[in-house]
């Protein structure tokens, strides 16, 4: 997710941090304006185009040994580094293990604003204990009303859940006093590694929001939707609580086949790719597969206006809603936000390694939010500040090019590696939040990013590090229920960790700290990881003796 409404707060947070520690760091007045000014207005409002000329690329020098005469050097690549890292562009290959399905059959009524389906859910228990329940997330009967979803004006409804059936036996369900919590008994214990087909029914009411789960002005974002299986951790069902301004979505991976019912007139877009698209009369039937996917969602309208290219095998589709457009520049906001989408892809792939799935799909929507990730589709804010040419400072466009970079940006930290986003926000919203400086850096704007260096603000200063702590912005890494207020979660895991992981960069080297995500990427590709995981990687990379690295990740996270 991107955030949009978080602007006011994160300046003033900003400001909080200035007035406690500029005298400290010697930080000249001129030189804080434009880092607060710089770090804030990919959200809020354009400033004059500066003209510093680019700095050149700092790679420096680290205390790490050279390579670790064990690793085979042939993929060493010349890097600073103690272990073998996969090579730039490297493939992310779908790996051809056993996963979860889903079977969806599902009906947009456009009549009623209720999307309902018929699901067969396979999965299998991945945990070494015996299921004796499952757990079901349902997010969408949070917006029955606002008090439950936290949104002014949720009109939803509880979602009608029947027909649950394992074979012949009819199961039950009971909801938790959490309302996006629902429980299953199961009739026999499910023993590890035993495997289930359970099939239900359900029916959602899509509130009348402008929002990523909703309908306005005819477009609809229809995103957790249907009841998903959570994930069972070490701890148990995982079920973290909802909350607005972020997210708490966590699942497993599986391959979804969906065959999605709406009006003829509606166009969608989805996860996965359409392989048939079927008329009888007056409605349209698509047949969708999308593989090895953590959810499934689908965007409709009847106004989409299409604009379409490729990058490598990866077809991208940006559309917006043509009946009510943000701008009057919106076909070049569109063009600008494919552009946005092949660079990102481009560079997040060189860095991370190649997106491995042939299709993503841009919808400029009207939502509040700045943006909102989902596995191969991404929703970007369609404001008008946001699809206006002018809204930049260097580049056309440039606060819808981030807000897209961004959402990309989660295909490989939500998307391909999991991860609790309620529990360890940063291993997403951070690094989803740093992928805009390696867009950045690709399109030749490394400077942009510059006041994140620590050569502006040390991190791994007491002072600094005093000054986060009194705020409640550090330790980044927290879940979101840790933090005191949504400001101090919000700085802490978009900018903090953000800054964190720039200065990261800095300490092993731009090329080497790539390397790094990549080895991490390609580690934990499809899985749910946890920062244990990305530490690991970090630190068997890059040794455990670069004492700039290590004394930023002591000040900033608590380990
Ligand atoms: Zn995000």
Excluded at 188 to 217: A, C, E
Aim: some cysteine; glycine content about 4%.
């Amino acid at each position: 997710m991107r955030h949009f409404k978080s602007t006011v707060a994160a300046l003033l947070a900003f400001s909080m941090i200035f007035s406690l520690t500029a005298c400290r760091e010697k930080v000249s007045d001129k030189e804080f304006e434009k880092k607060l000014t710089r770090s804030v207005t990919t959200e809020t409002i354009p400033e004059p185009t500066e003209t510093e000329p680019p700095e050149p690329t700092e790679t420096e020098p680290t205390d790490t040994e050279p390579t670790d005469s064990s690793s085979d050097p042939s993929n060493m690549q010349g890097l600073n580094l103690k272990a073998p890292v996969p090579e730039k562009n490297c493939a992310i290959e779908i790996p051809q293990d056993e996963r979860y399905h889903y079977d969806m059959v599902l009906t947009l009524d456009p009549e009623t604003n209720t999307v309902s389906g018929h699901v067969v859910a396979y999965f299998f228990n991945n945990s070494n204990e015996a299921w004796s329940d499952l757990c079901f997330r349902d997010y969408p009967s949070l917006f029955k009303d606002s008090q439950t979803s936290g949104v002014q004006g949720s009109d939803g409804a509880l979602t009608e859940v029947t027909n649950i059936t394992v074979g012949n036996t009819a199961l039950t369900m009971k909801r938790d006093s959490d309302v996006s919590v629902f429980w299953v008994s199961l009739p026999q214990p499910l023993h590890p590694n035993d495997t289930m087909t359970l099939s239900y029914d359900f029916t959602t009411k899509i509130p009348s929001l402008k929002d990523r789960f909703g309908v306005h002005n005819g477009v609809y974002n229809v995103t957790n939707f249907y009841p998903i299986l959570a994930v069972y951790t070490e701890d148990g069902w995982s079920h973290e609580k909802f909350y607005n301004m972020g997210e708490c979505f966590f699942s497993e991976i599986a391959d979804y086949n969906v065959m999605l019912t709406v009006p003829s007139e509606y166009k969608i877009l989805s996860t996965g790719t359409e392989t048939k698209a079927d008329n009888q009369g007056d409605k349209t039937t698509y047949t969708i597969s999308a593989p090895c996917v953590r959810d499934f969602v689908f965007c409709a309208s009847t106004s989409f206006k299409f604009f379409e290219d490729d990058y490598k095998d990866t077809h991208i589709r940006v559309v917006y809603d043509e009946a009510h457009p943000a701008s009057t520049e919106m076909d070049e906001c569109a063009e600008a936000s494919l552009k946005a989408a092949q660079d990102s892809l481009a560079a997040f792939g060189e860095a991370f390694g190649e997106y491995p799935y042939p299709e993503l799909d841009i919808i400029l929507a009207p939502i509040e939010a700045g943006g909102m990730e989902y596995p191969n589709l991404i929703i970007c804010t369609a404001e008008s500040y946001y699809c206006m040419k002018n809204s930049y400072e260097r580049i056309p466009f440039e606060q819808m090019s981030i807000v897209v970079a961004h959402e990309i940006g989660h295909q490989w930290f939500m998307g391909i590696v999991g991860s609790n986003s309620g529990l360890e926000p940063w291993l997403d919203e951070s690094f989803a939040s740093y992928t805009e400086i390696v867009y950045a850096e690709y399109i030749g704007l490394s400077d942009q990013y510059d006041h994140y260096s620590k050569k502006y603000m040390d991190l791994s200063s007491s002072a600094i590090h005093d000054s986060l702590k009194s705020m409640d912005q550090i330790p980044v890494n927290r879940s979101y229920y840790s933090f005191s207020n949504e400001n101090s979660y919000v700085y802490a895991a978009y900018e903090i960790g953000k800054q964190a992981l720039y200065q990261m960069e800095e300490a092993v080297g731009r090329e080497e700290f790539h390397a790094i995500i990549r080895e991490y990427v390609h580690r934990n590709a499809f899985t749910n990881s946890t920062e244990d995981r990305f530490f690991e990687v970090l630190f068997e990379c890059a040794g455990q003796d670069n004492q700039a690295l290590n004394a930023l990740v002591e000040s900033v996270f608590e380990r």
